[in-house]
């Protein structure tokens, strides 16, 4: 009887010593600390792939907390994760949902960022998602897929008789358009030849005439620059001349003056208004044809 109880109680003792090696087990195996706080914050995500609760998250590629909530928000995924106490969030931090390995295990990779600001830890960022090897041989499946629909539609459209004809005959213009150009180019390699160098002789020579007369050419640009000026003081006082004209013919009309009073009979006054307007046809028609009176030579 008393054997019984003994071999009772060291089984009793052996099941406890198990659980609490189990539960020491687990513990570490989650790498859960005993008095270390810990602070929850969400981010919002575009796609998380094969992300899941209790999934590592990773600063700076150190271990800081894990995964404790994903939730659909919109067109975006909310996760919710625990972050030790010593993990120091910035305003520019940055989160990524990374590929671990092969299988497409993932996690939460976090730059803590060097702003000056803390991060508002009350509002959930926009976070990225980087593609891994699976949705990469995803894509690679499609694009090979859409390689052979598009192989396929060109053998219906190239590959059919009349479309192998119409490039025969493409080819086959090409060629006799190659062999017309060659033909013509040796026949006519000495024109050709002979073009080339009058055209360099004739670049010489206006070079030379223009090296010549180089001090000429200056010579004209400054007649020009000078005929210019004269010009517009001439137009200048044409103008003036013009409307010293006008005043004294207002003056007259009005009968103004000593003057006014002697001429004012229709005879003198007409033909004051004929010369006025004379006058007023010369600057008009020296303005449009200035080389009519302003005479430039170039060399």
Known sequence: MMKS?????????TVIAAAVILLLGIIWVKEYKFNVERYRYSVLFPNIGSLEIGDQV????????EVEKIRISGNYVLVTFKIMNDVQLK???KFTVMNIGLMGERFINIQPGESDQPLDLSVPVHGYYDTGIPEVMGMMGAAIDELR????IMEGTIGTPSATESMQRIIANLDKISTDWQYLSQQNREKLTQAVTDLASTTSRI?????????KFEETLDNINEGSQKFVEIASKLDTLSQSVHKLLGNLESGEGTLGRALKNDSLYNQLVSATVNLDSLITDFKKHPKK??????F
């Open 5 to 13: 109880i003994a071999t009772e109680i060291k089984v009793g003792i």
């Open 149 to 152: 629909h598009l192989v396929a």
């Open 91 to 93: 305003k520019d931090a």
């Open 207 to 215: 070079k030379g005439i223009l090296d010549a007369n180089e001090e």
């Open 293 to 298: 009176y302003v005479k430039l030579s170039i």
């Open 58 to 65: 990773s600063v700076l590629g150190v271990k800081k907390g």
